[in-house]
């Protein structure tokens, strides 16, 4: 909001709420009215005037620690002065105050070139070697509110450095102005408050305390925020220089909350991510994933040309030739079916959709790289697409908001961040999950624990659940892991009927809820239009400039495995998809290795890829345009950011084969796509209703077997977080949950800590033990953080494992 000065010295009020309670104030000569309890330095920016601070950030409680932003009040509101300036970051204006910033008084810029004399006494001149050099607030600020020349020539304090806060974060403490703007948000915002100010006076300094080191998944954000070099990455450190960067806005691709980011590079490499500025979704903070893991798509084994399979072996080709052999090949291959993971782009998935169902007459084709379920689809056909009952303002005025087969603060971290905002407000969370996370410790929320396979009871009674308190203020968040519990998703469909709660579907992946529009399932058609639907196939038909389409509803992930397996399809058309997070791993590899005709799309050369008939080099987000669209439905569209020839988007791919095929898909380009998205539309027509499911006990363990839970941690062994050792090294340490009577039955006699040898029927894993608020009968693992993962090495989700211990 801002306002126009006239010439008679009285600025234009905005338009505001009547309802609001304004106060008239003076700034510099210019009336304004504002809300109550505005603060002096917030009014002051209505008005154009930029008084100068440190500490203040406009995400963070008040704290008036750097004394930069100090202002003259000639008049309070009652008619005195206050005695001496006074900091505008914690000054509320009152009715009738007069302020003076250092642009009309003497006084205020004194005292503010007074504070930045102080600020500069100890801290270095180092602006040469400093990373904050070029983009520094003190910097700026020391030319433009400190005076001309230094009085001081004494010996500056120095300490040793830097200090390694965590293995990404590090700190020169002689740089440090003592803003807190680190602390703050350590406490406030992500609720780790592993770092603190030590000492008193003039040696007062951030510091870490003893056996807390700054591990939490946000530490980035305090790298950002600060406003000197006292707080820099280990990663980024004395690599580039902020003028030799060219920066791009873009959107984070490792989660479906849609993250704002602004992406530096130098010479067609990404030097550093930063968080982007966007109030609607993730406000100015990302997690570290997001901002440290992009170095995967400059790995060795990158692909930068075509392979096909001449004579066993992997060759170099051209791109017709690697297209030509493609199409002959998945045309000998006689039926054929598309499996893609959820990173691809609502672009690259519309064309995967329009791929199968145009060039392979088929709709055998699963986004769903994970376990699911036939429930799942359904739900995903019913209710999801061009859905958007929950938006992130709506977590934060929800009066309770549920928690069902999520995690946020490992599988959707904007939400998690929003969520620990709410709950510090009136909002409660309630989860329904085998333990009480260390997320949910931060967000205050209520456990009702839960064993895996009995989520769908356990919604049923949160329906009249006194305690939880349930209605139309509520809002419900399911994961994707619900699928793997039966009736589960059927279950807070009708919790949601039953209450007026608005419910969402959280994926993990941020493509997933785009190749949901896109049609990327074997029972939906793009933009909502069921297969099912005669309507609907004969309007995408239409569209399309096809004469008909498939009409059967196509096989599942799970079902194309088998069906491969046994023979029954011969060809694959295969994208991004990692067998180790497949329902059944060693599975998955062997109807790959069966199949009579592979085509993989890969950015690396991954085992998929290596056992594929013609490889195709995909481009990474970086060079490439696109669309994620995030779970509550919001396009977040970007532009590409590199230029590299060497790949090319899946969508031109497909293209290029299709071209082969005989059956033109009419795009080249992601901006093509779109276009033709756009045009195609929702479907208006009513969707099929989900059938409901009727809850099933869930299956009780053998005497002496535990039930398997487990979910990602955010940090992990996924291959998109490749090539940063320093980010790999914050991952939280994998380990065994089990509650207090389990460990005493079964590890008492060793005393602690020891160690848990796990056994399914995939195989085994040992980790250490830790105790844990969960059930009875429960044993939690991370499912990616050990070995190739609980999927590979031990066994489904749900299932029962076996456990033996012994000492650590």
Not at 465 to 481: K, N, P, S, Y
Not at 540 to 560: C, K, Q, V, Y
Not at 733 to 738: C, E, G, N, S, T
Request: net charge negative; with cysteine; charged share 20%.
């Amino acid at each position: 909001m801002t306002t126009t000065p006239e010439k008679t010295g009285q600025a234009v009020a905005p338009a505001v709420d009547p309802a609001v309670d304004l106060v008239n104030v003076t700034i510099d000569g210019i009336q304004i009215s504002v809300p109550k309890d505005t603060l002096v330095i917030r009014a002051a920016e209505q008005i154009g005037v930029q008084v100068p601070r440190f500490c203040d950030h406009p995400l963070l409680a008040p704290v008036g620690a750097c004394r930069q932003c100090l202002v003259d009040i000639p008049d309070a509101g009652n008619g005195k002065p206050m005695p001496k300036p006074q900091a505008s970051c914690t000054l509320p204006v009152t009715e009738g105050m007069v302020v003076q910033t250092q642009v009309t008084s003497p006084v205020a810029d004194k005292a503010q070139q007074g504070i930045m004399e102080f600020l500069l006494i100890n801290h270095p001149l180092d602006c040469p070697v400093c990373d904050k050099g070029g983009e520094c607030p003190l910097q700026n600020q020391a030319m433009s509110n400190g005076r001309g020349e230094t009085r001081f020539d004494g010996v500056k304090r120095t300490f040793p450095k830097p200090i390694a806060l965590s293995p990404q974060v590090l700190l020169d403490r002689e740089r440090c102005i003592v803003c807190q703007r680190c602390t703050r948000f350590t406490d406030e915002i992500a609720g780790d408050p592993f770092i603190a100010l030590i000492e008193r006076g003039a040696q007062q300094q951030i510091g870490v305390a003893d056996d807390a080191p700054f591990l939490s998944y946000f530490s980035g954000n305090t790298i950002q925020i600060c406003p000197v070099g006292a707080l820099t990455s280990a990663e980024y450190r004395f690599r580039s220089r902020p003028f030799d960067l060219v920066s791009t806005p873009s959107v984070a691709e490792h989660d479906s909350c849609g993250a704002a980011i602004r992406v530096d590079h130098r010479r067609g490499k990404v030097m550093r991510r930063l968080a982007g500025n966007d109030p609607e979704v993730n406000e100015e903070w990302i997690s570290d994933k997001d901002r440290f893991a992009f170095h995967y798509a400059r790995q060795p084994d990158r692909l930068s040309h075509p392979l096909i399979r001449e004579d066993g072996e992997l060759r170099p080709a051209s791109w017709p030739e690697a297209f030509a052999v493609a199409a002959q090949g998945l045309r000998a291959a006689g039926s054929s079916a598309v499996l893609t993971g959820g990173r691809v782009t609502a672009e690259d998935a519309y064309a995967y959709s329009k791929f199968a169902r145009v060039a392979l007459g088929t709709n055998d084709i699963d986004f769903r790289a994970r376990p699911h379920s036939a429930e799942e689809a359904d739900f995903l056909t019913s209710f999801v697409p061009m859905s958007n009952e929950v938006e992130y303002a709506d977590l934060e005025t929800a009066s309770v908001v549920v928690l069902a087969g999520l995690e946020p603060e490992d599988e959707a971290a904007s939400i998690f961040l929003r969520l620990r905002k709410a709950s510090m407000g009136r909002t409660r969370i309630v989860a329904v999950a085998p333990f009480t996370t260390r997320g949910l410790q931060k967000m205050d929320g209520r456990l009702i624990a839960t064993v895996p396979g009995d989520e769908a009871a356990a919604l049923r009674a949160l329906a009249n659940d006194g305690e939880t308190a349930l209605d139309a203020g509520g809002v419900i968040l399911v994961g994707e892991r619900l699928a793997q519990s039966h009736g589960a998703l059927t279950a807070a469909l009708e919790l949601a009927r039953t209450t007026g709660a608005r419910l969402a579907w959280v994926p993990r992946r941020a493509g997933d809820r785009g190749a949901v529009e896109s049609g990327c399932l074997p029972t939906l058609l793009p933009g909502g239009r069921p297969v099912a639907d005669a309507g609907a196939r004969v309007d995408a038909a239409t569209a399309w400039g096809t004469g008909s389409l498939p009409d059967a509803a196509g096989r599942d992930g799970n079902a194309i495995i088998a069906a491969l397996g046994k023979g029954q399809i011969g060809g694959l058309v295969i994208g991004g998809v990692d067998p180790r997070d497949t329902s059944d791993p060693a599975a998955t590899m062997a109807a790959i290795e069966s199949a009579q005709f592979v085509v993989s799309l890969e950015l690396r050369l991954t085992e998929v890829a290596a056992r594929a008939d013609v490889v195709f080099p995909v481009a990474p987000v970086t060079d490439k345009a696109g669309t994620f669209i995030t779970w509550e439905g919001r396009p977040r569209p970007f532009e590409a950011v590199l230029v590299n020839p060497a790949s090319l988007p899946d969508l031109r791919i497909l293209a290029g084969i299709a071209d082969e095929l005989g059956s033109p898909l009419g795009f080249r380009t992601p901006h093509d796509v779109r276009a033709e998205m756009e045009s195609m539309g929702p479907w208006d027509a009513a969707r099929p209703p989900l059938n409901p499911v009727k809850e099933k006990k869930a299956p009780r363990t053998k005497a002496g077997a535990l039930v398997l839970a487990t979910w990602k941690h955010l940090l992990d062994l996924g291959s998109m977080q490749d090539g940063d050792a320093n980010l790999a090294a914050t991952a939280r340490a994998a380990v065994a949950r089990v509650n207090p009577a389990t460990y005493d039955a079964l590890f008492g006699m060793l005393g602690e800590p020891a160690t848990a040898t796990l056994t399914g029927d995939r195989g085994s894993v040992t980790l250490p033990v830790e105790v844990g608020d969960l059930p009875d009968g429960v044993v939690w693992v991370p499912a990616n953080s050990a070995g190739r993962g609980v999927l590979a090495d031990l066994a489904s989700p749900g299932s029962s494992v076996t456990i033996k211990g012994a000492r650590r």
